[in-house]
């Protein structure tokens, strides 16, 4: 569905833009001197002149402009979706082939809801890893250059690659291997 074209669009749409009250005759006319006036000119002067006709009504005059966009082409269509954004802004965004399209591209984004999540443990675990490794860090960049201060917690960091996963502990290692010396 995410492949749709305007002219698919506009049919779809057709049912709902010419439903009682959707679009005032002032907003149909704003999108058809826009059709007509603004580069590239969609609607020659004589056919703007005939949608905007007032002695038909509003809804006739609206459901020949969409099939005569749609008999002209793609290009014409994706130009009156917008004009109707243009003018018509919250009418476009409740569009049905807009629902639509947001609906398959969440389809598509919705692989399985298990995958989303990190782990099964839950949040709660993931924080307290987040905590472990900013303590660990804040210990590291904390700790005073001299050995006698905490000996302790060189051995503790030391000692801290083997639970942690083997990416990190390369990085943890060479850091340590130049502060340890012989340990």
Wanted: net charge neutral; aromatic share 8%; charged share 20%.
């Amino acid at each position: 569905m995410t492949d749709q074209t305007y002219c698919d669009r506009l049919v779809q749409d057709t049912p709902f833009l010419t439903g009682q009250g959707r679009l005032s005759e002032q907003q149909v006319d704003r999108i058809i001197l826009q059709l007509n006036r603004y580069y590239p000119q969609i609607l020659t002067n004589k056919e703007a002149e005939k949608f905007r006709n007032p002695k038909a009504s509003l809804r006739v005059r609206l459901c020949d402009l969409l099939s005569h966009l749609q008999q002209r082409g793609e290009r014409h269509c994706q130009e009156f979706y917008r004009a109707l954004y243009i003018h018509a802004q919250p009418l476009h965004n409740h569009l049905p082939s807009r629902h639509a399209l947001q609906n398959s591209a969440f389809r598509e984004l919705d692989w399985d809801s298990e995958s989303r999540e990190l782990s099964d443990r839950g949040p709660m675990s993931f924080l307290a890893g987040l905590g472990l490794a900013a303590g660990l860090a804040l210990l590291l960049y904390c700790c005073p250059p001299d050995p006698k201060v905490l000996p302790g917690t060189r051995r503790i960091l030391a000692f801290s690659p083997v639970i942690i996963d083997s990416h990190v502990s390369r990085y943890l290692l060479a850091f340590l291997a130049d502060d340890l010396g012989g340990f």
